[in-house]
């Protein structure tokens, strides 16, 4: 019986031949020596799910080509993929049995005992590797050679996907070994076989590699001596070899006894693990083997209590779950770090990451030592207050007369005392009329506070009196600082008042500093390593422009610009800056004023010396008379010293009689910086010392 078949590669009709004769008994398959006619022409292989293998009568590459499964010739038909993958055709359909787990399939093929092969004595097939994981034939029980395949029996059986502690964020998926990707636990680079990967993080292991036991600690760490076998690529830390069977804990109440099993769990850091572990049965907790070292108290920059490692924190316990590093929630079910008294938490890995960052404290220096150093209270008296509890009429320690609470915002420019800007809600004012502002929030300042982002970890005393240059703005600042004892520099009011964690005008949801937050600033369009950001959606402050002042003057406009956030005109014409002259970016923050449609970048607003109140006083070596602080927004004066017209915020003779103004750069002293402030002149302490 003859029928017609498909051209299967052939430039004409192929026909069925039922009969054997003695030609056709010696003729070949022109595919592969056997029955191929059935191959399908496009296979979608598990084993290369990115693209299907298509069928060519002959190698695409004008000549022969080699197999990537068996690393044989291909002379006839090869299954080929336009990104470098070829098979011969029975490897194409023995591995696609295999993916597919249709191990029936090969039933027929015999199999062979490392034993029986040890015994055989056959050279060549002592120097035979499996086509899988590419390691000696001879380690495990394999196909015969003889069906044309060098593969191990569990190499076949091999699961398609796997998880690997190596790997958590992705299962890797047994595949083609086409990208040459090198193994990340051996480092290596194989041609062919089989690999475990991601594609999607270009993370790969060898099949030897994944099967690999994690008994250990799963650290890299660059000590001269480990124990380690060479065959196995398999290495223990001098410390992991000699793991004590028992251990006591600080702060756990029951013994922990060494576990050598390969179990999963989430061990009192928040984090998981599957190897060797330290296990209280009592309990039913499992830590890591490093974990058992964890420091029972700790201080962190970002918290100025001792915080306590527990196991478990009760529901009522903790009101606040995220994390104050990280802003991820913490698992109260494992362990963390916490501080009952201020709801301060955060994950054990979080408030230990950079050993320079935290402190260990023994139990012993805590007693009493952090009960009141807080919160010392800058307003020593309160004389009167409301109905409702308000307090009207107080005496603070800055400024010697009492100090009224006024709700009567006057047209002209105030400027609080504190911080330096304008005040534009109910404020204290002197009760002598001397011309002294506080804001409301200014007015209870601490006097010793513990700022988070300064490396010194000692607390902080608020002073007054002083010119200073801000350690962190930069600014040359007055009013109130902070003043570091330790490194001798001052940090202005504005910058202190910026916690780790805040909630600013310019976003609905709160923000946390994350110092390895790397992205492009919401407001200045600059990209930061460290900044604030929002877990809630992609908005990012860089610590510069979260304390961008949110009303502010300039010399040029006659009303405060406040800083906006959306630019509400779509109109092109209105994206200029008004002061500079130059397009602005309507994504980005800028002042604006609505009055007279006035808008200008931050920085073209921001005088070099806002954060100096006119009229404080300086006394230098450079005149015999007090110097007032003045603004002059007219160009019509000329400088003292160099001679250029005085602009902005200027110091003039506070004599009636004497004419002398004078650039604050031009005598303000050489030294002036960071560690060297100089006090403000007090009209009454020379009148004293006159006097006297």
């Not at 993916?99 to 040890?118: C, G, M, R, W, Y």
């Not at 979080?350 to 009493?368: F, V």
């Not at 510069?544 to 406009?557: F, G, I, Y």
């Not at 008004?578 to 200008?600: G, M, Q, T, V």
Request: glycine share 4%; charged share 20%.
């Amino acid at each position: 019986m003859e029928m017609e078949s498909q051209n299967l590669g052939h430039i004409h009709p192929l026909v069925f031949n039922e009969e054997q004769s003695h030609e056709t008994k010696k003729a070949k398959c022109s595919r592969c020596g056997e029955k191929c006619a059935e191959a399908p022409s496009k296979i979608d292989h598990p084993y290369h799910h990115h693209h299907p293998l298509v069928l060519l009568p002959e190698s695409p590459y004008g000549g022969s080509c080699y197999c990537d499964f068996s690393y044989k010739r291909c002379d006839f038909f090869v299954y080929h993929c336009s990104c470098g993958l070829d098979f011969h055709i029975k490897c194409a359909l023995f591995t696609l049995n295999i993916s597919e787990q249709k191990l029936q399939e090969l039933n027929h093929i015999a199999t062979k005992d490392p034993s029986v092969f040890l015994e055989d004595g056959n050279e060549e097939l002592e120097n035979a590797v499996c086509f899988g994981c590419w390691l000696p034939l001879g380690e495990s029980r394999y196909f015969s050679v003889a069906c044309g395949f060098n593969l191990h029996i569990k190499c076949a059986e091999l699961p398609h996907e796997i998880n690997h502690p190596f790997h958590k964020e992705h299962p890797l998926v047994l595949q083609f070994n086409i990208k040459r990707f090198s193994c990340k636990i051996c480092g290596e680079t194989r041609h062919r076989g089989f690999l475990y990967c991601c594609s999607a993080c270009t993370f790969a292991l060898h099949i030897k590699c994944a099967e690999q036991p994690t008994l250990t600690c799963q650290e890299t760490q660059h000590e001269e001596f480990v124990y380690c076998c060479s065959t196995c690529n398999f290495s223990l830390h001098t410390d992991c070899a000699f793991l004590p069977p028992i251990v006591k804990d600080k702060i756990h109440q029951h013994p922990f006894t060494l576990f050598q099993g390969q179990p999963s769990f989430v061990c009192a850091c928040g984090l998981e693990g599957n190897y060797i572990a330290y296990i209280c049965s009592t309990c039913n907790l499992m830590i890591h083997t490093k974990c058992i070292s964890i420091p029972p108290i700790i201080r962190v920059r970002r918290h100025y209590h001792p915080i306590y490692h527990n196991y478990f924190i009760s529901e009522n316990e903790s009101k606040i779950r995220d994390c104050s590093f990280c802003d991820v929630e913490v698992n109260i079910d494992y362990g963390s770090y916490y501080c009952l008294r201020c709801n301060f938490i955060a994950h054990v890995k979080c408030a230990t990451k950079y050993r320079d960052r935290y402190y260990i404290i023994e139990a012993k220096d805590i007693a009493g030592k952090h009960d009141d150093d807080l919160g010392v209270n800058p307003i020593t008296c309160v004389i009167e207050q409301n109905e409702g509890g308000e307090m009207t009429r107080i005496k603070h320690f800055s400024h010697a007369h009492d100090l009224i609470l006024s709700d009567n915002v006057m047209e002209n420019d105030i400027t609080c005392d504190g911080c330096m800007l304008l005040i534009l809600d109910s404020f204290y004012c002197c009760s002598l009329q001397c011309n002294f502002f506080l804001h409301k929030a200014c007015a209870k300042s601490p006097r010793k506070k513990h700022l988070w982002f300064h490396g010194c970890q000692e607390l902080h005393i608020l002073v007054v009196g002083f010119l200073f240059k801000c350690s962190i703005c930069e600014y040359d600042c007055g009013g109130f600082s902070y003043k570091c004892n330790k490194f001798n520099v001052h940090i202005c009011l504005q910058c202190s008042v910026i916690d780790y964690r805040t909630k600013h005008p310019g976003h609905q949801h709160p923000i946390l500093y994350n110092r390895n937050q790397h992205g492009r600033c919401n407001d200045c369009g600059e990209t930061w390593r460290s900044q604030f950001s929002c877990k809630h959606c992609h908005f990012n402050l860089d610590f510069d422009c979260s304390r961008l002042p949110l009303s502010t003057r300039h010399k040029r406009h006659e009303h405060p610009p406040a800083l906006t956030y959306h630019e509400g005109n779509d109109y092109p014409k209105y994206h200029y800056c008004d002061l500079c002259e130059k397009e602005r970016d309507p994504n980005l923050w800028f002042y604006h004023c609505a009055i007279c449609e006035f808008s200008a970048h931050p920085n073209c607003v921001l005088a070099i010396y806002l954060f100096i109140k006119p009229g404080s006083m300086y006394k230098g070596k450079d005149h015999p008379h007090p110097l007032t602080f003045v603004w002059k927004p007219y160009r019509y004066i000329v400088c003292g010293k160099c001679s250029e017209p005085c602009e902005a915020l200027v110091l003039e003779c506070a004599e009636p009689t004497c004419n002398y103004v004078v650039h604050w750069k031009d005598v303000r002293p050489p030294s002036f910086g960071f560690t060297s402030p100089v006090e403000l002149y007090k009209a009454e302490a020379d009148a004293i010392t006159h006097d006297g």
